[in-house]
Structures are given as structure tokens and as C-alpha cells.
């Protein structure tokens, strides 16, 4: 995970809490705004895991492509 991400998932953990316990506070209104931006910010740091697994992925692809192609001509 990127430092973009490892901050987006700090940031969103750190306002959930905040919302949690804005809620036992019975400040609801703050809760649901503070409760957002925590989702916003985990789902970008998700994102960002996702986005980063699919990378390597394609490198490992793109990888093993250029191995059994190496293979093949050292075949003939």
C-alpha cells in the first residue's frame, strides 16, 4: 500500500472512532458527518489496495509472458 493509502486508511480509522464516539455523545449530527468522511477515507485506502494488487498482478502476467516467450525460442 502506498503512503496515499496508509494515510487515507489512518485518517478514515481515526474518524470512525471519532464518530463512534460522537455518537455515545448523542452529537448524531456530527456523527453522520464525521461517520462519512471515515467511510470516504477507508474506501480510498481500499481503493488504493486494489489498484495496487491489480498492478502486480499484471506484472506477474506480463512477467510469465515474457518467460514462456524466452522459453520458446530457446526450444528451436
Known amino acids: ?4 493509502g496508509k494515510w487515507n ?3 478514515g480509522a481515526v474518524l470512525m472512532a471519532a464518530a463512534v464516539l ?5 452529537l448524531i449530527p456530527a456523527a453522520v458527518i464525521v461517520g462519512i468522511l471515515g ?15 491489480s498492478e502486480r498482478a ?3 502476467r506480463r512477467e ?5 516467450e524466452r522459453e520458446g525460442r ?3
Do not use: P, T
Open 1 to 4: 500500500m502506498s503512503g496515499f
Open 22 to 26: 460522537c455518537s455515545k455523545l448523542d
Open 58 to 60: 499484471d506484472l506477474r
Open 39 to 53: 467511510l470516504l477515507g477507508l474506501c480510498i485506502a481500499g481503493y488504493d489496495l486494489i489498484d495496487r494488487w
Open 64 to 68: 510469465a509472458r515474457v518467460l514462456r
Open 9 to 11: 486508511l489512518g485518517i
Open 74 to 76: 530457446q526450444d528451436h
